[in-house]
Nanobody, 115 residues
Framework: QVQLREFGGDLVQAGGSLRLSCAAS????????MDWYRQAPGLRREWVAS???????NYADSVRGRFTISRDNAKNTLYLQMNSLKFEDAADYYC?????????WGRGTQVTVSS
């Protein structure tokens, strides 16, 4: 079974930056695509960014221009670089991977944004 684990959640001031990591139990090159999602208290889980097997990226309108999704295949790790953080970015962030028609999820990492 594929296992994913998120790291890097922290308390950061508005306008600051943070990089999240998602470590996979196997080669991330075996995944059709990988995504980042987030969920704030009282709100539904929303899609943030995706990267395809070929490296194509897509972003939610709310984060485009501020966030960058990337990966390091040698380290089996997915990243989310978050810049110019806003209060509305505070949430639990989840890593997702698609392989053989199955979606796998990490347990999440918490990002808190302060003034």
């Amino acid at each position: 079974q594929v296992q994913l684990r998120e790291f890097g959640g922290d308390l950061v001031q508005a306008g600051g930056s943070l990089r999240l990591s998602c470590a996979a139990s196997e080669s991330i090159e075996s995944f059709e695509s990988m995504d980042w999602y987030r969920q704030a208290p009282g709100l539904r889980r929303e899609w943030v960014a995706s990267i395809s097997g070929r490296g194509d990226t897509n972003y939610a309108d709310s984060v485009r221009g501020r966030f960058t999704i990337s990966r390091d295949n040698a380290k089996n790790t997915l990243y989310l670089q978050m810049n110019s953080l806003k209060f509305e970015d505070a949430a639990d962030y989840y890593c997702n991977a698609l392989k053989d028609y199955t979606y796998y999820w990490g347990r999440g990492t918490q990002v808190t944004v302060s003034s």
